[in-house]
């Protein structure tokens, strides 16, 4: 049950880049608001975090980054009709890195409180730097 949960999370996750690739290029006129770097921020760390509480194995917990990561690298060099979805620009590297980033900082989180380390204030004042 749990895996089939999981990987439903690693399914979204995977939509989740796609739908982000769609709205990190959006302009207002002529200024640029990336909103798929909002929501990739909001909501990559929060399905990770959902993974590691149902599984908190590695590959399992990180099954939503996996599909993200895999979405957004396959349609940004593949893309529909052989278009890329990820033009080179400073939206793009910000939302890959945003995403990247939110997503391995949760999954971190995951594994610290799976192992029982302290994390936070607590590891520097322990010393467990």
């Known amino acids: 049950m749990y895996a089939a949960i999981t990987a439903l999370l690693g399914v979204t996750g995977a939509v989740l880049g796609a739908f982000g690739l769609l709205f990190t290029p959006l302009y207002a006129g002529a200024i640029p608001v990336p909103l798929g770097i909002v929501v990739t921020l909001l909501s990559l760390p929060w399905l990770v975090r959902a993974a590691g509480e149902l599984d908190p194995r590695p590959l399992r917990a990180a099954a ?18 052989g278009d890329t979805m990820l033009p080179p620009t400073w939206q793009s590297m910000l939302f890959v890195l945003v995403g990247l980033g939110s997503g391995l ?5 995951v594994l610290l409180d799976e192992n029982g380390l302290p ?8 010393g467990h730097l």
Not at 68 to 75: D, K
Not at 105 to 109: F, K, V
């Open 119 to 126: 994390t936070g204030r607590s590891r520097e004042r322990d």
């Open 105 to 109: 900082w949760a999954l971190r989180s």
């Open 64 to 81: 939503p980054l996996i599909g993200w990561a895999i979405a957004v690298f396959a349609l940004a060099f593949i893309g529909p009709g």
